[in-house]
């Protein structure tokens, strides 16, 4: 579970990236003034997809900090339920104080987490399902090469191009491009899977036919 509050005034929409990594069981609270008072529609789907518990808190009147109180107030009521972990997502450096004031007195048993994403927050949650979640960051986080991309891109390219070409006269034409998402799936484990998997992909007799059609193709 995480208790994520998000001082949007501060972040913006930068502060909302991994708001698609929520689950129902999730707290999501935004705090925000009458100067950021719009969102992208694609954070608000994603929240409702998402099922997490969500509250939008609006601040009442200007001031220094004023937003800040309320995040600071809010930590306070989590720590007072129970809970053992709360993210404010920010990139205000007066949220320090908030960390340093349990340790002031004494608390070990409940976790103040500052990120300035929620992505960047998640990872720092503990727990068995908070694991599985960091993995997926984790991997989708990751630096790819445009090259191997772009590589990758033109030979899935030709595949379609050859194979469509070999379908072209042949009754399996109307199944040009399943059968086109299906090589480009498995050909990298070899030609041997691709005629086993045409087999379980489309029965045995028409997987048969249509890897001796496709087979020069791939």
């Known amino acids: 579970m995480a208790v994520i509050l998000v001082d949007f005034e501060n972040v913006f929409s930068y502060g909302l990236l991994g708001v698609d990594m929520l689950k129902p069981t999730d707290i999501l609270e935004i705090f925000y003034s009458r100067s950021c008072e719009q969102i992208r529609k694609e954070y608000i789907d994603d929240i409702e997809m998402s099922g997490c518990q969500f509250k939008a808190i609006k601040l009442l009147n200007s001031g220094r900090d004023f937003l800040d109180k309320y995040i600071a107030v809010a930590v306070g009521e989590i720590y007072k339920s129970g809970e053992k972990e709360v993210a404010i997502i920010s990139k205000d450096k007066g949220f320090r104080a908030v960390i340093d004031y349990f340790k002031a007195i004494g608390v070990d048993d409940f976790k103040v987490i500052k990120a300035e994403n929620i992505e960047k927050a998640l990872v720092s949650f503990s727990g068995l399902e908070d694991h599985k979640r960091r993995s997926i960051i984790s991997e989708r986080s990751k630096q790819v090469s445009l090259d191997k991309i772009s590589a990758q891109y033109r030979e899935r390219e030709l595949i379609r191009k050859s194979i469509g070409n070999a379908?072209?006269?042949?009754?399996?034409?109307?199944?040009?491009?399943?059968?086109?998402?299906?090589?480009?799936?498995?050909?990298?484990?070899g030609k041997r899977k691709v005629y086993t998997g045409a087999m379980h992909s489309f029965g045995r007799d028409e997987g048969r036919a249509i890897y001796n059609i496709i087979k020069d193709a791939v």
């Open 167 to 189: 379908l072209i006269d042949t009754p399996y034409r109307d199944k040009t491009s399943d059968i086109c998402d299906f090589v480009i799936n498995i050909k990298e484990r």
